[in-house]
């Protein structure tokens, strides 16, 4: 008895003695909280922040001179928000890997509502890694071998409505991401009817989603709450009809259609359709833009231009000079090309930051980043780092021959549980796109090339204006109305 009692005396002053180390730390913790100061910077002007000065100049400027005067963790406030922005790869870090747990995806409600609440990139949990499996299942290495001839016969008729004219680069490349995107969701057979819809609503959701968000008949983004519901409806439309079919289709949209959990639970149609349109907006923009940018930089660099086009030259003729489609292991054995995408997605850095918000105090390297306030890793500032990248300005594709850039260093698809998972889709794209213009056709930018805007990721203005012809023609020459016809009736 007395054995018993001795043991029960010594568990209650072992919880005691956790019990009191427990409230002690965390005490120190909200201590060290207590004691952390705000990072440097200013919050601008009342209510509207630094808003004004980042949209009156380069976004670049106003980020790389504020890292330069305050450092690489630095405030300020945009759109009504107080922010935090992170300037190192171990800032970024922290953030999107180590530390993730403490940081929540955050978009704007207008936003959310045009692509859907129930897609993947706005939650976190059980339900984002159900859906990021999911997505991944159908984008990943194994399902894209598959899809290789898809991804080449959508550049091949890109480049063929381009031939012979003058059109916006951005333009272009937007259409032939599109058309990926659509056979990756949908796969092969879709009925052109439905891809019309598709399209037509898409491309206004698009417009209204970066446009102010208002309740005004006729603006852009009540044009583009129509379209979404437009959207919905042809979603529905083309799930009706998988329902009805006994055979499938290789795309995402029948992956999740026939997902079941252990017990026989299904996503729901709203929860599919926000997955689907939110993929198909992932896979638009930012690869139009890199695309956009590789045409660019190969214009500029006429002799790396001709090393690349002696690379796929050599793949070109082992497939009967075009005669057979490329393969993936093709696709894998194009090192020079992957290369002059990877630089480019450095140089360019589409993604120029990412958005998280603090779900309680955090304190970073002796700074209190309050709950609540929006985090933003500056993926550009740190790829344009020289101390991290020599003579970053430079566009320079061997720079990832020798050594892969240190973790955290190189983020183009961001990093962590919510990166990109379509980084292999747009990588593939680009590869095969190359290839195809690289060994069928030749082309000239029109008028300047080196201004850039914003719309919102950044592209060459007017979205690099280029006369593109075939090889075959033998020449790229067309009257400047001709051009221009052919610039207005494609871009």
């Known amino acids: 008895m007395a054995l018993f009692f001795t043991g029960v005396a010594i568990f209650v002053v072992t919880l005691a003695a956790v019990l009191l180390y427990a409230s002690w730390d965390r005490k120190r913790a909200a201590g060290k909280t207590e004691q952390a100061m705000l990072p440097p910077g200013s919050t601008g002007l009342p209510y509207v922040g630094e808003t004004l000065q980042l949209y009156s100049q380069n976004p670049n400027v106003f980020f790389a001179s504020r890292q330069k005067r305050y450092g690489e963790i630095f405030k300020t406030n945009l759109l009504g928000c107080n922010c935090v922005m992170l300037g190192s790869p171990e800032a970024a870090h922290f953030v999107l890997v180590s530390q993730a747990h403490l940081f929540k995806p955050t978009y704007p409600a207008s936003k959310e509502q045009l692509i859907g ?5 706005f939650h976190q949990g059980g339900y984002h890694l159900r859906l990021r499996r999911l ?239 929006k985090v933003m890793p500056l993926f550009r500032n740190i790829h344009h780092s020289p101390e991290i990248f020599n003579d970053p300005q430079m566009f320079d594709p061997s720079r990832f021959k020798a050594t892969p850039p240190q973790p955290g260093t190189f983020l183009p698809f961001g990093s962590g549980v919510h990166a990109c998972p379509g980084n292999e889709l747009a990588k593939l794209e680009m590869l095969v796109l190359a290839h195809r213009l690289v060994t069928n056709y030749r082309w000239e930018v029109v008028g300047p090339s080196d201004e850039v805007e914003y719309s919102p990721f950044p592209v060459p203005r007017h979205g690099l204006k280029a006369r593109l012809w075939s090889e075959a023609s033998g020449s790229g020459t067309n009257d400047d109305d001709g051009a221009m016809q052919g610039a207005s009736t494609t871009a």
């Open 117 to 121: 609440p129930n897609a993947l990139f």
């Open 135 to 373: 997505v991944q299942r159908s984008l990943g290495p194994d399902a894209l071998r598959a899809l290789v001839p898809d991804v080449e016969a959508a550049a091949a008729a890109t480049l063929r409505a381009w031939d012979g004219n003058v059109t916006s680069t951005f333009h272009a490349m937007k259409r032939l991401s599109f058309d990926v995107g659509v056979v990756t969701i949908f796969g092969r057979r879709l009925d052109q009817r439905l891809k019309e819809e598709l399209r037509k609503n898409y491309f206004v959701v698009e417009k209204g989603y970066n446009s102010f968000p208002n309740s005004l008949p006729g603006s852009r983004y009540q044009k583009a709450i129509q379209a979404r519901k437009g959207l919905r409806t042809t979603l529905g439309e083309v799930m009706a009809e998988r329902q009805a079919r006994d055979d499938t289709e290789f795309g995402l949209l029948d992956t999740l259609m026939q997902w079941r959990d252990a017990s026989g639970e299904k996503l729901t149609d709203d929860q599919i359709a926000d997955n689907v349109i939110g993929v198909l907006f992932a896979a638009q923009d930012t690869t139009a833009s890199v695309l956009t940018w590789i045409l660019k930089y190969l214009h500029d660099d006429p002799k790396l231009l001709e090393a690349v086009k002696e690379e796929q030259m050599a793949i070109y003729e082992e497939n009967e000079v075009g005669k057979k489609p490329l393969t993936w292991t093709q696709t894998r054995a194009m090192p020079l090309t992957h290369r002059v995408i990877l630089e480019s997605m450095r140089m360019a850095s589409i993604i120029s930051f990412t958005f998280r918000e603090a779900v309680d105090d955090v304190v970073y390297n002796g700074f209190l980043i309050p709950k609540g306030w």
